[in-house]
């Protein structure tokens, strides 16, 4: 399984320097996010908080190329990708657009299942082309019509919405967000 880890403690007042009117960064003050081991991001800290990022990536450390979810942008899964990414997720819900590229509903869904994207951060948002290719996957995760909207948690599929009902998405999301 995949190792997620986020260390977000900048170090101490007292260890910081300031030789001027103006604010020095020191190395400590980088907050560091490990992810799988294989990657670092640094975000700085300023005199007035930590810089925001959106971009917090979720990436499987079980070597599946593609295998990399950004927080607040949709991210294509195949059958491949879709669980390295669902189980490197851990306790985050996790939100799956399943559809094809000639159903009107998902046409219509798929500008705002990205807003969706970017309104919650704290929440994984994948779609899953429902085609040849992928569906091994989709049978598995019981598809019937699409759009279907699973959402997961710890890996389990925990609601499900089927067809264009964006309220009944919306509500379903703030659900397994409180829980």
């Known amino acids: 399984m995949a190792l997620l880890q986020f260390s977000l403690s900048p170090s101490p007042p007292s260890a910081r320097t300031q030789t001027s009117p103006s604010w020095s960064i020191m190395p ?28 917090i990536c979720v990436r499987s450390s079980l ?42 509903p998902c046409k219509v869904m798929a500008p705002k299942f990205q807003e969706l994207s970017e309104k919650y951060l ?8 429902c085609n040849q290719e992928n569906k091994p996957l989709a049978k598995e995760l019981g598809i019937r019509v699409v759009p279907t909207f699973k959402i997961l948690k710890n890996g389990k599929i925990v609601k499900e919405v089927t067809g264009a009902k964006f309220d009944d998405l919306v509500v379903a999301i703030e659900g397994v967000r409180s829980s």
Do not use: N
């Open 28 to 55: 400590s003050d980088l907050v560091r996010c490990t992810i799988g081991g294989d990657r670092l991001s640094r975000i700085p800290v300023t005199p007035w908080g930590t810089k925001r990022s959106s971009r």
């Open 122 to 129: 704290d929440v994984i948002f994948l779609k899953l082309d």
């Open 63 to 104: 070597g599946t190329a593609g295998s990399v979810a950004v927080v607040g942008k949709v991210t294509e899964v195949t059958k491949d990708t879709f669980w390295p990414i669902v189980e490197t997720a851990g306790d985050k819900a996790v939100v799956l657009d399943m559809y094809t590229q000639w159903c009107g």
